[in-house]
Each structure stands twice: as C-alpha cells, then as structure tokens.
C-alpha cells in the first residue's frame, strides 16, 4: 500500500484512537493533516490524548516477540547501547490515563478542601507556608 492509500489508513487510525480516547472519558484531538504544527507543537504528533504527544504507525505486521502475550502486561526493549521503550496494549494504556487524570482531580478537589478548611487561605497548596499543620496522619476530606 503506497501514497494516497497509505495515508488514508493512517488518517483512519489516527481517528479510531481519538474516538476510542473520548469514549474512555478522556480528552483527545487529532492533528489537522496529521501534522502537530497545526495544535503548535511538533510535525510528528499525530494526536493529543490526556495531554500526551501521541504518534500513531499502523503496520500490516509488528514483529512477533514485539507483541505482549495474555502472561504479561508490557514488554519492554531496547537497542543495544539505546533508550528502553515500553509496549502496552492500548485500553491498558487508556485505562491507565483515565486513572491519572482522575487522580489529578481528585488531588485538586482535595487541595481545595485544605484551603477552604483554613479560612480561605490563598496560598498555593504547595507553598514553604502550607495551609495546614503538615502533618502526614492528619485526616483529609472524603470526597
């Protein structure tokens, strides 16, 4: 598959990541053209998702010992003397950065809650001054 063909796959794909994205609960925008200069950021960035730079290659084949097997949940590789790269299964992964991003909410939520308890403090929750007593056992609020 070559040209034009071949790039209408890759647009295919790089829509069916981003539809699958929004279906998880996370925020997902694919490059115009499949070029990131149009979000501001780098030509190779095909789409956004959960804030994550995201390159999407859809091949006929990978390599078979590239795959994760039912037994693991990444594999792990490198090239000798290179940089360890991780593969994980895609709704793994998506899974995963709706866990992140609910975490993040979670920890603002709860950020707001210390302020509101001591007085309305304006201070950044992450200040040399913090608004509470610092203590690591002292009971934050269920949300």
């Not at 990131?36 to 290659?57: F, P, T, W, Y």
């Not at 949940?73 to 793994?92: K, Q």
Request: charged share 30%; hydrophobic share 35%; aromatic share 6%.
């Amino acid at each position: 598959m070559g040209g034009r063909a071949s790039k209408q796959k890759g647009n295919g794909y790089e829509r069916e990541l981003v539809k699958q994205a929004e279906a998880s609960g996370l925020k997902a925008k694919r490059a115009w053209g499949s070029d990131g200069r149009s979000m501001g950021m780098h030509e190779e960035v095909d789409c956004l998702i959960a804030d994550q730079k995201v390159q999407a290659k859809r091949r006929k084949s990978i390599a078979k010992f590239l795959k994760p097997t039912e037994h693991v949940d990444v594999v792990v590789f490198r090239e000798d003397n290179g940089t360890s790269l991780v593969l994980i299964d895609w709704f793994n992964w998506l899974d995963q950065q709706k866990e992140i991003v609910d975490l993040k909410q979670r920890v603002h939520l709860l950020e707001r809650a210390i302020i509101e308890q001591a007085g309305g403090m304006k201070k950044a929750p992450y200040s040399p001054d913090p608004p509470w007593d610092g203590h690591p056992s002292r009971d934050f609020p269920e949300i």
